[in-house]
Antibody, heavy 119, light 110 residues
Framework: QVTLRESGPALVKPTQTLTLTCTFSGFSLSTSGMCVSWVRQPPGKALEWLALIDWDDDKYYSTSLKTRLTISKDTSKNQVVLTMTNMDPVDTATYYC???????????WGQGTLVTVSS | NFMLTQPHSVSESPGKTVTISCTRSSGSIASNYVQWYQQRPGSSPTTVIYEDNQRPSGVPDRFSGSIDSSSNSASLTISGLKTEDEADYYCQSYDSSNQVFGGGTKLTVL
């Protein structure tokens, strides 16, 4: 059974760095073709892709946010960590992690974690 | 970067058929797979179509996907609409370095 769960702070202050952890089970990120992706959704708005990391430790970032994002994995712990620097109120959103294949399909998603940026 | 453009909203009656379009702004729609996700309020997205026209197990065959190279677009068609199909639908595709979501389409079944 594949599960993913996002964890991190619910509230961060402007200019702070956000660190989110995706803890997963039911698959291995060392399996060829496997990836974990991060996606966010501001309240009432559309999904926005942020970053992904693949089985070979290749990393890809949203062009508009790449200077602020870092993604990494700990295969032994079945975790993927996303950091986003210089948080702003416009970054208030539900952040999801998802298992993704190299074909671009995300078949399992976490429940999401709401992050509010406010002083 | 390319964009995927969807209609903001569509509405149709139960039992009817609706088609949601997703137009790619640059690059060929046929070059990279297109996925379609359904999202109900307060829930995570779930897949209704992957790799252009494949249905995950458990998704009824009322849902179908296609691509049209002439219009550089993908389409999600839902036939025999049910009230439970009312949700937001997002298309998604990618290129060599980016994943892209469409802006989402709110489907109302009334």
């Amino acid at each position: 059974q594949v599960t993913l769960r996002e964890s991190g702070p619910a509230l961060v202050k402007p200019t702070q760095t956000l660190t989110l952890t995706c803890t997963f089970s039911g698959f291995s990120l060392s399996t060829s073709g496997m990836c974990v992706s991060w996606v966010r959704q501001p309240p009432g708005k559309a999904l926005e892709w942020l970053a992904l990391i693949d089985w070979d430790d290749d990393k890809y970032y949203s062009t508009s946010l790449k200077t602020r994002l870092t993604i990494s994995k700990d295969t032994s712990k079945n975790q993927v960590v996303l950091t986003m620097t210089n948080m702003d109120p416009v970054d208030t959103a539900t952040y999801y992690c998802a298992r993704m294949y190299s074909s671009g399909w995300s078949d399992y998603w976490g429940q999401g974690t709401l992050v509010t940026v406010s002083s | 970067n390319f964009m995927l453009t969807q209609p903001h909203s569509v509405s149709e009656s139960p039992g009817k058929t609706v088609t949601i379009s997703c137009t790619r702004s640059s690059g060929s729609i046929a070059s990279n797979y297109v996925q379609w996700y359904q999202q109900r309020p307060g829930s995570s997205p779930t897949t209704v179509i992957y790799e252009d026209n494949q249905r995950p197990s458990g998704v009824p065959d009322r849902f179908s996907g296609s691509i049209d190279s002439s219009s550089n677009s993908a389409s999600l068609t839902i036939s025999g609409l049910k009230t439970e199909d009312e949700a937001d639908y997002y298309c998604q595709s990618y290129d060599s370095s980016n994943q892209v979501f469409g802006g989402g389409t709110k489907l109302t079944v009334l």
